[in-house]
């Protein structure tokens, strides 16, 4: 320790020389001035921490020993001399170095044995690391805070150990309605139901983020009125670096209109794979290098593949071999134009099963965009069953044309059998009266023609039981009835006749109610009457008529009409309408409605004519019910 001359009195130690070992130890700076502001004392801290330019700064004055800031030093040391004891605050003396230095500086008087004033003492401690960092901790926080409130859209907080807010920002004031003043010091639950609450859960999404170091989840939020808001949280472990303490960051993004559009999103796929499913028709998505995008359910019953097996495979894997040539030639126009003949146009093609198997289908091709591509959309339908159908009722026509000429042949039959029994019935009672006369004569000559004309007689007579064997087999064959739809006997029986009549603008239905009974009938004989009657309804009317087959049930019968909006019948035909031969038009041999009468009448039905209410005709026939057909056979 650097000290004046001070014994403090004759044959004593200098008290100064008993203090000096000890004020060296003290981690603080130490300089004693007296009252003309000189130094007398200085202890090593001082030396060092503030080197004066002078060898000794012991007897110098305050000005010499501070070059820089020794207007602020100087102020101090005037107050201790005033009697003033007091401490100041941290301050950064100017430094020749040109370093910066932060003290905290103690000043009190120093007395004498009298209470007099002697001098000053100073004290100054160097705080410039604890300043430093205070000074990085601000720099670091505020910086943190423009950060945070710079983040829009975004609500930052930071919590501290125990999840009570520390820092608000700009965002979770307009997320949330709390202000900065009201959120800081609250509990991370405070933004949380009651019920989340007392189930403890803004403790555990704490605690989870604690041991795993973050936390992100999608939940639900309270605001300051009481609103909802779904929001995309996460917490992040802060660990503590001296500089800033520990805690956790916590970051809320308000993501109700996000999830609002990714469940409308989810609902419109959930839709659209519904749709996909539940559509008759197959649909099959390509790009424009035929790879296979879409494979729907329908598809995947259609080809026998399931769509993971050719989703990403070419397309052509769905065609036999001979046609995957001709696709080869229209995708390299369409990659080189964007145009394709098949846009739009449905076609009848022919498909190649998982089994290598073939069917017919129709396609149908349409063009999207989407995902920044161009596709091609294809929607199928399998062909096979209609098709199959069609020639059914292809072969039922046939069928049904070949019972009408066997009934009109019946009918000619009988017509014969009915026209040429009177005379043949006639020959043989004159060819046995004669052979009567013959036999009365001379005998030589008798025999001779009694002979002949018993045996013209006798082929006469075998020529009539010849044409009533015919007829009896034509009229009375055995009927092959089954339990038939009465609307799909119709349906089936017009499918063919309707479609012609479609190229004439003719409108031909059948109107029969849900839930209609079966009837027992042969069922290509009752179409054979359906058929005949419409047809020549159907030939009647005008372009842009209408036909139309009534199906009503009656008591104990079934009652089927068919009527059209022609001209009708004439009144002097009405009595014949129904006998052989009788027709107005120039082909046919007027057999048809002849023929119709027979199979209803076998059928225990009837069958009549009757004008139609709104103009045309009205053909009307009626048919048992199964259960009265029953009890009439039992």
Request: aromatic share 6%.
């Amino acid at each position: 320790m650097r000290q004046g001359d001070d014994t403090g009195g004759r044959g004593r130690v200098p008290y100064t020389q008993l203090a000096g070992p000890l004020i060296d130890q003290i981690p603080a700076a130490i300089a004693l001035f007296d009252a003309e502001l000189r130094c007398v004392m200085v202890n090593a801290r001082w030396l060092t921490q503030f080197p004066s330019p002078a060898a000794d700064p012991v007897g110098r004055d305050c000005n010499d020993l501070f070059e820089d800031g020794c207007m602020l030093l100087r102020g101090y040391l005037e107050r201790g001399l005033a009697g003033e004891t007091f401490s100041s605050e941290a301050a950064s003396p100017d430094s020749s170095d040109g370093g910066q230095y932060w003290f905290r500086s103690h000043v009190a008087p120093w007395r004498d044995t009298r209470g007099k004033v002697r001098g000053a003492m100073l004290v100054c401690e160097n705080v410039t690391a604890e300043m430093e960092q205070t000074l990085r901790t601000r720099l670091l926080r505020e910086e943190l805070s423009l950060f945070v409130d710079s983040a829009e859209g975004f609500a930052l907080c930071l919590l501290d150990e125990q999840g009570r807010v520390t820092i608000w920002n700009s965002g979770a004031e307009r997320l949330t309605g709390w202000s900065e003043a009201e959120a800081i010091g609250q509990t991370y639950g405070f933004l949380f139901d009651a019920d989340e609450q007392a189930q403890g859960l803004p403790a555990a999404q704490i605690d989870l983020a604690r041991t795993n170091g973050v936390f992100r989840d999608r939940c639900w939020r309270i605001r300051k009125d009481g609103t909802r808001f779904c929001a995309e949280v996460i917490i992040t472990r802060i660990e503590g670096d001296g500089m800033l303490p520990g805690g956790f960051g916590e970051v809320l993004r308000d993501v109700t209109s996000e999830e609002f559009q990714a469940r409308s999103l989810e609902a419109n796929a959930v839709l659209l794979r519904s749709i996909l499913e539940t559509i008759p028709e197959a649909l099959v998505v390509i790009d424009i290098n035929g790879r296979v995008l879409l494979f729907s359910k329908t598809a995947e019953a259609m080809f026998g593949y399931a769509a993971s097996e050719v989703i990403g495979r070419d397309v052509r894997m769905l065609m036999p071999e001979q046609d995957r040539k001709a696709h080869d030639v229209q995708m390299r126009h369409y990659r080189r134009t964007g145009e394709s003949r098949m846009m739009g146009a449905k076609r009848r093609l022919i498909g190649r099963r998982k089994d290598g198997t073939e069917f017919p289908h129709t396609l149908q091709i349409a063009e999207a965009f989407g995902g920044g591509q161009r596709m091609i959309a294809g929607f199928m339908q399998d062909l096979s069953e209609k098709e199959a159908t069609a020639a059914k009722l292809q072969e039922l026509q046939r069928e049904l044309a070949h019972v009408s000429r066997v009934y009109e042949m019946g009918i000619l039959a009988s017509t014969i059998a009915h026209e040429l029994n009177q005379p043949l019935m006639s020959v043989t009672i004159r060819v046995q009266t004669a052979a009567d006369i013959l036999q009365k004569d001379d005998p030589a000559h008798r025999m001779v023609v009694v002979d002949a004309l018993t045996e013209a007689g006798s082929e006469a007579m075998r020529a009539g039981d010849i044409l009533r064997r015919l007829r009896a087999f034509l009229s009375r064959g055995e009927l092959e009835k089954t339990l038939e739809d009465p609307c799909k006997l119709a349906e089936d029986a017009l499918y063919f006749e309707a479609a012609r009549a479609r190229y004439r603008n003719i409108d031909c239905k059948v109107d029969c109610p849900a839930g209609m009974p079966p009837i027992l009938v042969d069922r290509v004989q009752v179409q054979q009457v359906i058929l005949n009657l419409a047809k020549n309804a159907i030939q009647s009317v005008d372009e842009n008529g209408k036909v139309m087959v009534r199906i009503a049930t009656e008591a104990d019968q079934m009652r089927f009409t068919v009527s059209d909006t022609g001209p009708g019948v004439l009144p002097e035909r009405l009595e014949r309408l129904f006998e052989p031969f009788s027709t107005t038009k120039t082909e046919g041999m007027g057999l048809g409605l002849p023929i119709c009468r027979s199979i209803i009448e076998a059928h225990g039905g009837r069958i009549w004519y009757e004008p139609s209410p709104a103009g045309g005709a009205s053909f009307v026939f009626t048919l048992p019910h199964f259960m009265q057909e029953y009890d009439d056979e039992q």
